[in-house]
């Protein structure tokens, strides 16, 4: 199967959920149930097998490319471009988690059709299950930052439309509300990222922007003792705190459980809240040329990690409890993250993702089962295994695998974070590439400490969460109902790569597969001298086994929860999630709603007045005005004629000046339209004296021929002729005295051989002959010099280095009035001298 063929497998894997979503948000009322499960999970199911087969066609440090069309252009300062495209790139990383994403979300289509099987909006709920995978893939799969973060937004309206799915309750209202604003703090970090990005790399493409790195390094912010890098990664971080719900903004995600049981466990496992962890690995050489970051991550994710453990400790509600398992367990991910262990983060995502869904769509079959209605209370359960003994045994396996029992997915995934972090408390060096990394010694044994204490309250509240549902004799006197297969097989599944995900990281043949095939993908931070992983997997399994110890403890046998006893006030002060909403809503909302209530009665009774009341007056005066002209009074007519000839007379009593630069047959020249008495003056060099016209001329119309002569000394353009465009269509380029960065955005995308992209950009800057091109590639031994009126070959692209003009035209009319304009003229002459070919690389691979 050829490249070709394969970059549209690309576009199927996003376009089929979509696909699906068009048609049961279009045509699902004249449906039946049947076919809207069939396009529901058939479209995701499709994108699944599509997906795959992409992921296992690319080699080992290869990509896939999807090019589609230009979307928009950027114009920014100096005449330079910044196209976006929609172009869709798997490599080893996006490949990983497009698979993933497919997979996860394909078992929770199909647990759905059994789950929702009673739902009067059926068709809405796959509508909007079908656009959250849909955004998800375009999330992952986006080859720029403007693609990707309209993914971003789209699982934000996904999320807020499936949180509020049961629409009709306010507190689900509020709390799909809480979610969407929330993210909209972390959104707008990101977007400023964006804008940072661009004004100083001149590309948002995701290869491009990691060559770059070293331009962010290396520049100073005014007035911040910080580097662009550094104010990067904390913008970008501080967009992933709101989506992967990290301290600070983390309180929405418990919240979310308002919605359909399925919607958490996609939320939770495989979209939404691993986009933060996704972005900061696809951005990993900008936050490894960090440090400073990197310890500020590392001691938010560890924090979030601690309390949000703590807090699941006390909740007594199985969706509750899972809900502050994910923070944590993000919190995990993120202090992997903060010591440059993307690679780890990534191995914890996907397991995470097998027994995190495992779990919702295990607490949904119980619910379903019990008949509960939004959530299932503990007190209410215990003694299921009996009669739900495959959701039983299942869940139990997600149970195991959450607390990081050996043998376990999620054993191996949280004995790589611990490993990490424990080198750096243990004061191992660590390098990414040729940079070394410095994170406090101090704050790596913080981190430790809190991750240790997190794992125990894991493995707690995990076993806690399953001895209170299913050990001991039932509380309720509800029968359980019977689950249906389309329920408990994706359960079955799940349960399996609970167990067996978690052998992707042992070495084959050597070397450790799922970190070496992302390698190509991800910057890591490596120890220098490694060292240290048995003693991390020691006090990790440790961890793991003394919460499991306890919660056996209090738990086997227990009729009531004993927890709220022991802990007394800090039970409750839990309960309330710590009191972080309530002082969310003293310090911020309070203020924000009394400005609310004063901006109200400002626009009621002064905007209104003055824009509304009094323009409608002065409406309803001129429209009197204008039908008393109107009556057919001769002497009214006339008076309005003589308006419109006072009207016309002064739009000609001042000059107007238009002419049209034109460059034809290797010259430059200026056309001057028919003058009607207007009268020109022109200056060609620009020195003050008019050379044509000096008493005045009128013209024809009339060319004026621009030569080289008459170029300003010291001052030119460059322009750009890629392949791909059309001759007379160049990209002019403004030079200045600091060196100026071309990418594959302005010389072309084919000015490379198939397989070079990601090379380093080309840099020229002006000297006195001209201009010195420095190419960055591995063939290239030197620098060049273009000299005016001369051009050179990059590849296919062709650069011109062009004189500038400055003409200076004058305008009078009858009325002795004048104007004036200069136009600046970048002179295409005929090239002299010969063409010389700067040598570029050949590379293969997959495009």
């Known amino acids: 199967m050829g490249d070709s063929t394969l970059s549209i497998l690309l576009l199927l894997t996003v376009l089929s959920p979509l696909a699906g979503a068009i048609v049961s948000g279009a045509f699902g009322s004249k449906l039946p149930r049947t076919a809207i499960s069939a396009v529901a999970v058939g479209s995701i199911t499709l994108s699944f097998v599509f997906a795959a087969i992409a992921y296992a066609a690319i080699g080992a440090g290869e990509a896939l490319v999807y090019e589609g069309y230009r979307w928009i252009t950027i114009p920014l300062s100096g005449g330079r471009e910044v196209p976006i495209e929609f172009a869709l790139r798997m490599d080893a990383l996006s490949g990983m988690m497009t698979v993933m994403v497919t997979g996860i979300a394909a078992l929770i289509h ?65 709390a799909a509300r809480k979610a969407f604003i929330m993210n909209r703090i972390g959104d707008l970090a990101v977007l400023v990222a964006i ?61 979310a459980m308002a919605g359909p049981t399925p919607v958490s466990a996609l939320i939770h496992a495989a979209t939404m809240v691993t986009s933060g962890v996704y972005l900061a690995a696809r951005m990993s050489p900008v936050f490894v040329s960090s ?127 611990l490993h990490a972090v424990f080198g750096v408390a243990s004061g191992e060096a660590l390098a990414a590439g040729d940079r070394a990394i410095e994170i406090p010694g101090w704050a790596g044994v913080a981190a430790l400490t809190m991750l240790l204490i997190a794992a125990i309250a894991t493995a707690f509240y995990a076993f806690k969460l399953y001895l209170r549902t299913f050990e001991g004799e039932p509380r309720s006197e509800v029968e359980p109902k019977a689950v249906g297969r389309s329920m408990t097989l994706p359960l079955v599944v799940l349960a399996v790569g609970s167990i067996a995900a978690g052998y992707l990281w042992l070495p084959v043949e050597g ?36 919460g499991l110890g306890i919660a056996f403890g209090m738990y086997r ?16 002060l839990l309960m309330a999630n710590l009191g972080i909403d309530t002082l969310y809503r003293r310090v911020f909302i309070a203020p924000f709603g009394a400005i609310s209530r004063f901006v109200r009665s400002f626009d009621r009774e002064t905007v209104d007045a003055l824009f509304v009341a009094i323009p409608a007056l002065v409406a309803r005066g001129g429209a009197w005005a204008v039908t008393r002209l109107q009556s057919g009074v001769v002497h009214a007519q006339g008076t309005l004629i003589a308006v419109g000839v006072l009207l016309l007379f002064g739009f000609y009593f001042y000059p107007r000046l238009s002419y049209e630069v034109i460059h034809e047959g290797g010259s430059s020249a200026i056309l001057l339209p028919e003058s009607y008495g207007t009268r020109y003056r022109v200056d060609l060099d620009g020195d003050g004296r008019y050379e044509l016209g000096a008493e005045g001329f009128e013209s024809g119309p009339q060319r004026i021929q621009i030569a080289n002569a008459h170029a300003v000394e010291g001052e030119y353009r460059l322009l750009i002729y890629p392949a791909d465009r059309g001759a007379d269509e160049p990209i002019e380029i403004a030079l200045s005295g600091s060196p100026t960065m071309l990418t594959e955005r302005q010389l072309g995308s084919h000015y490379l051989p198939k397989g070079a992209r990601g090379s380093r950009p080309v840099v020229v800057y002006q000297s006195e002959e001209g201009v010195r091109i420095r190419t960055n590639l591995p063939d290239e031994d030197g620098e060049r010099t273009l000299l005016p009126g001369r051009q050179t070959l990059i590849g296919t692209t062709r650069l011109y280095l062009a004189p500038l003009a400055r003409v200076r035209i004058e305008a009078e009319n009858a009325f002795g009035h004048v104007t004036t304009e200069t136009a600046e003229i970048a002179l295409r002459g005929r090239s002299a001298g010969s063409r010389r070919v700067i040598p570029l690389p050949s590379a293969g691979g997959a495009r």
């Open 110 to 174: 199909l647990f759905s059709t059994g789950y929702m099987s009673e739902e009067r909006s059926y068709a809405r709920y796959f509508a909007h299950l079908n656009f959250f995978t849909f955004s998800m893939l375009i999330l992952v799969l986006a080859s720029n930052l403007p693609l990707l973060f309209v993914g971003w937004e789209g699982v934000g309206l996904a999320s807020y439309l499936l949180i509020g799915f049961w629409h009709s309750n306010l507190a689900y209202e509020a």
């Open 195 to 255: 804008f940072i990005i661009v004004q100083t790399a001149g590309t948002l493409d995701f290869t491009e922007i990691n060559a770059s790195v070293a331009l962010f390094d290396a520049a100073a912010i005014d007035g911040l003792s910080m580097t662009k890098a550094t104010l990067l990664a904390l913008l970008l971080f501080w967009g992933c705190t709101a989506k992967s719900a990290q301290i600070p903004l983390f309180t929405w995600l418990p919240d």
């Open 291 to 417: 440090s400073t970051a990197l310890t500020v991550i590392l001691l938010v994710g560890a924090l979030t990690a601690l309390v949000a453990g703590l807090v699941a400790v006390s909740q007594n509600q199985m969706k509750k409890v899972l809900a502050f398992s994910t923070v944590s367990q993000l919190g995990f991910m993120f202090a992997a993250i903060g010591v440059g262990a993307f690679s780890a983060a990534l191995f914890h995502v996907l397991t995470h993702a097998f027994f995190k869904a495992l779990l919702f769509l295990g607490s949904g079959a119980v619910m379903y089962a019990v008949g509960a209605d939004g959530d299932a209370h503990l007190d209410q359960l215990g003694g299921l295994r009996k009669k739900l003994t495959v959701t039983a045994i299942s869940f139990l396996i997600g149970v195991v695998a959450l607390a990081g029992i050996p043998l376990t997915a999620g054993f191996f995934s949280k004995d790589q974070i």
């Open 511 to 546: 070397m450790e597969y799922f970190a070496e095939s992302l390698r190509a993908s991800v910057l890591d931070a490596l120890p220098v001298e490694g060292g240290g992983g048995m003693l991390a997997m020691i006090l990790g399994t440790a961890a793991a086994l003394l």
């Open 557 to 572: 046998g227990a009729t009531e929860d004993p927890l709220p006893n022991k802990l007394g006030k800090a039970n409750e």
